[in-house]
């Protein structure tokens, strides 16, 4: 099993743990902000919350990867200038509303 294959994994079984949460409460929030790893995460998790209720609002894409450069230590360094630091990020940001034919009570 790869290592994108097992974050994949994993953020599935936490989506359907969210799920089964929002299943049980009889109070569901109106909004929903969930960032997402993958497409498949991402199309099974929409699919679930559909079942539930809920429609998309909104989506965005963004980099996977983020990078910032730090100045150098001016500490007597040698000769390092900068440095780049890279991060890999979730990439998809969505937002879903409860439905009106679903209310939250």
Request: proline letters at 6%.
């Amino acid at each position: 099993m790869s290592v994108e294959s097992l974050g994949l994994w994993f953020e599935d079984r936490m989506n359907q743990l969210d799920a089964w949460r929002l299943r049980r409460n009889a109070h569901r929030p109106e909004l929903i902000e969930k960032p997402y790893w993958h497409n498949d995460a991402l199309a099974s998790d929409a699919a679930r919350l559909e079942s539930l209720g809920y429609a998309v609002e909104s989506e965005a894409d963004n980099s996977r990867y983020v990078s910032a450069t730090y100045p150098a230590n001016t500490g007597g360094g040698f000769g390092q200038l900068s440095r780049t630091v890279t991060r890999r990020v979730p990439s998809i940001h969505v937002t879903y509303r409860l439905e009106p034919e679903h209310p939250a009570a």
